[in-house]
């Protein structure tokens, strides 16, 4: 009996430790958003992305005038960057074969913009097939339906209730 008790007070114990232990789900948020993050990075790695020099050569450029070229397509909205290992890069997608700017994808940027993203939410959602598009990349799209990405990007703002 004196086995049979203590038996049943240790699992008492662990059963109490085991209900008493609640993970912080804003730590669990954390470490599962850094995992996305890790993956989003290397996926971008993986697809294309380029450095501010690189598109400078791309262009034929100077390296400042195409610094500020980008600057004022991102302060205008024309442009999403996103930042790796403190390298400013700018995402193949988001750029025709002459490293020039892709005017499709303004009001596609504008709507996810309202809706909240910046940076490498705005690239997730243009580089990630999507239910808005029936399982498509907006990527994939763009060049030759601007109009069904923008109402994807627009829809998905209503859906959040950002809408003005």
Same mark, same amino acid.
């Given at each position: 009996?004196?086995?049979?008790?203590?038996?049943?007070? +240790?699992?008492?114990?662990?059963?109490?430790?085991?209900?008493?232990?609640?993970?912080?789900?804003?730590?669990?948020? $954390?470490?599962?958003?850094? &995992?996305?993050?890790?993956?989003?990075?290397?996926?971008?790695?993986?697809?294309?992305?380029?450095?501010?020099?690189?598109?400078?050569?791309?262009?034929?450029?100077?390296?400042?005038?195409?610094?500020?070229?980008?600057?004022? $397509? #991102?302060?205008?909205?024309?442009?999403?960057?996103?930042? $790796?290992?403190?390298?400013?890069?700018?995402?193949?997608?988001?750029?025709? #074969?002459?490293?020039?700017?892709?005017? &499709?994808?303004?009001?596609?940027?504008?709507?996810?913009? +309202?809706?909240?993203?910046?940076?490498?939410?705005?690239?997730?959602?243009?580089? &990630?097939?999507?239910?808005?598009?029936?399982?498509?990349?907006? +990527?994939?799209?763009?060049?030759?339906?601007?109009?069904?990405?923008? $109402?994807?990007?627009?829809?998905?703002? &209503?859906?959040?209730?950002? +809408?003005?």
């Amino acid at each position: 009996m004196g086995r049979s008790a203590t038996s049943s007070l +240790a699992r008492t114990r662990h059963d109490t430790l085991t209900l008493r232990y609640q993970p912080d789900a804003r730590v669990e948020a $954390a470490i599962v958003n850094a &995992e996305r993050l890790r993956g989003l990075r290397q996926r971008l790695l993986d697809d294309g992305a380029f450095t501010i020099d690189d598109v400078a050569r791309g262009r034929g450029a100077t390296l400042a005038a195409t610094r500020k070229a980008i600057s004022r $397509a #991102e302060v205008a909205g024309k442009l999403v960057t996103v930042t $790796a290992d403190g390298h400013r890069l700018v995402p193949a997608i988001f750029l025709d #074969e002459a490293f020039q700017l892709m005017p &499709e994808w303004e009001p596609v940027f504008a709507a996810l913009r +309202a809706a909240g993203e910046v940076g490498w939410g705005q690239w997730a959602w243009c580089a &990630e097939p999507t239910t808005w598009l029936d399982g498509q990349a907006p +990527a994939d799209l763009i060049a030759s339906s601007p109009e069904v990405v923008r $109402a994807a990007a627009e829809r998905r703002l &209503e859906s959040l209730g950002a +809408a003005s």
